[in-house]
């Protein structure tokens, strides 16, 4: 079952522009993670965010996390058309056979025009 | 540091026939995932590993679904007898298991068409 629903499903923007893509999920957590996907390719991790921090920054990436409202977002910033891919936020549960067990969103389409 | 490595990279069956994925991990990854996506959709979890020992296995359909991890590094899924909605990117991917190191990384994925 998918743990995360992200929206919008689909997000199309100019270069230059600020993309931001957000999360949901069901269940605690101990870690939620964001993963870029390319056309064909696999899976890139980008960030980790733990349940106990509101808020991390990565280049031009910024992710918030919300454990009142099972939320996160994704910024990107001033983005570029290499960012066109699928993004994927991922759950991680804590403790025993859930460690390092990752549930995954539906994912967010970003295109971004040059 | 070398990637994940999976095979093939494609793979066009026809329904009933059988086939098999392979999946080497980076070098001294003691967790190794298999995940199905199918178009449009998220990674599914099929199997989790911990060196050779099973260790989530919930969502793999077993009566026709398989994987192994002989020696705790390479590892197999196979899927025997295939059917239509088997068709999906059959992802591998390995993580360290250390405390505070939950990052994942993964294959290119075995594209699989089942006809």
Redesign the interface.
Known sequence: S?Q?EEDPQALSIQEGENATMNCSYKTSI??L?W?RQNS??????LI?IRSNEREKHSGRLRVTLDTSKKSSSLLITASRAADTASY?C?T?RAGG?S?????????TILTVHP | EAGVAQSPRYKIIEKRQSVAFWCNPISGHATLYWYQQILGQGPKLLIQFQNNGVVDDSQLPKDRFSAERLKGVDSTLKIQPAKLEDSAVYLCASSTFLVNQETQYFGPGTRLLVL
Request: no cysteine.
């Open positions: 998918q995360g101990n870690n993670q993963y064909g390719r696999g899976l890139v991790h980790l994927f991922a991680g056979t460690y390092g067990k990752l549930t995954f969103g539906q994912g």
